[in-house]
């Protein structure tokens, strides 16, 4: 068996500013650096992650990123969110004339607020590379106004309200991203579209055949992997378009393929729940009536 190596991890902001060859960081717990700024980059292992929340916008992005099939350009900053021991890897090709700002704020600072819990609601923290954010310049200078405020606090005198003020900037932050990403779900509608297309045509696939039958019904994880897409991000952009989620999505392909079975087939209830991938057939019940309003049984007398 192949021995899986341990991710290195890196324990602290004043750890990170010494592997890019920044000065020691004015706060312990947030700073905000410039990549311009880095001397170096220490030797790090093949993969890697951090103790520590980190945001940054790059400019001069260079290549194409990929959304479903298609490959866009990109010409203003790509601003992506990582969250404490996401596993990362270290881009040894990475352009050393890269630009741009990034922010880093460790978990332990957000302890006493609101933000400690509700930050993980923020589902683009989870997202992939290729899913980053992609600016405008008007978006890109809202979002450096306001690391530049947080960088102007922690480097002024220290005070009672110094925290408070670095808080409410991550959030406001954080809100300005939602809806930069819910303009970019609808900006990028034709690999929305394709998304969808291919969406349902796996799902079409996982209930045709009797598939569900040996393979059960497709969990979120499944048909985003299918898809190469993050499980959050695919869940938020059909959010963003059709109002539903990925389990969502999931449960109305169900319902569809019962219905045709219920009408077109003389398969008993307990028989199509089967092979709809349900271990209990009270499951299947359960949801058809919750979906529909009546019993699989129901349904299927309407048409006699």
């Not at 992939?128 to 306001?146: F, G, M, R, Y």
């Not at 970019?184 to 996982?206: G, S, Y």
């Not at 991000?233 to 219905?259: E, M, P, V």
Request: net charge negative; charged share 20%.
């Amino acid at each position: 068996m192949k021995e899986q190596k341990t991710p290195y991890i890196i324990q602290s902001i004043s750890e990170q500013h010494r592997c890019l060859g920044l000065p020691k960081p004015k706060h312990p717990m947030v700073s905000v650096f410039r990549f311009e700024q880095m001397n170096k980059m220490l030797e790090l292992p093949e993969w890697y992650s951090l103790a520590f929340y980190c945001i940054s916008i790059k400019k001069n992005f260079t290549g194409k990123v990929k959304y479903g099939q298609r490959f866009y350009d990109y010409d203003e900053g790509v601003m992506a969110f990582m969250s404490p021991n996401q596993l990362l890897s270290h881009m040894q090709n990475e352009s050393s004339t890269s630009e741009g700002i990034c922010l880093c704020f460790h978990p332990d600072f957000l302890n006493g607020y609101p933000l400690a819990s509700t930050i993980k609601k923020y589902g683009f923290f989870s997202y992939e590379t290729n899913e980053a954010l992609h600016l405008s310049e008007e978006e890109e200078i809202v979002i450096d106004n306001i690391l530049k405020n947080i960088e102007l606090e922690y480097q002024s005198n220290i005070d009672h309200f110094s925290q408070d003020v670095i808080i409410a900037q991550i959030e406001l932050i954080l809100q300005y991203s939602n809806r930069f990403y819910n303009r970019q779900f609808i900006t990028r509608k034709p690999a929305n579209d394709e998304i969808l297309i291919r969406l349902d045509n796996l799902l079409t696939a996982c209930f045709n055949d009797e598939v569900a039958l040996i393979s059960g019904i497709p969990t979120v994880q499944f048909i985003s992997e299918q898809l190469n897409i993050s499980s959050s991000y695919l869940s938020d952009t059909l959010r963003s378009i059709t109002g539903q989620t990925t389990q969502q999505h999931i449960h109305n392909k169900i319902i569809d393929r019962a219905k045709e079975l219920l009408s077109n087939t003389n398969l008993t209830v307990s028989e199509i729940s089967y092979q709809l991938g349900f271990e209990y057939p009270q499951s299947f019940n359960k949801l058809f009536k919750n979906k529909t309003n009546v019993s699989p049984l129901e349904f299927r007398n309407s048409f006699s």
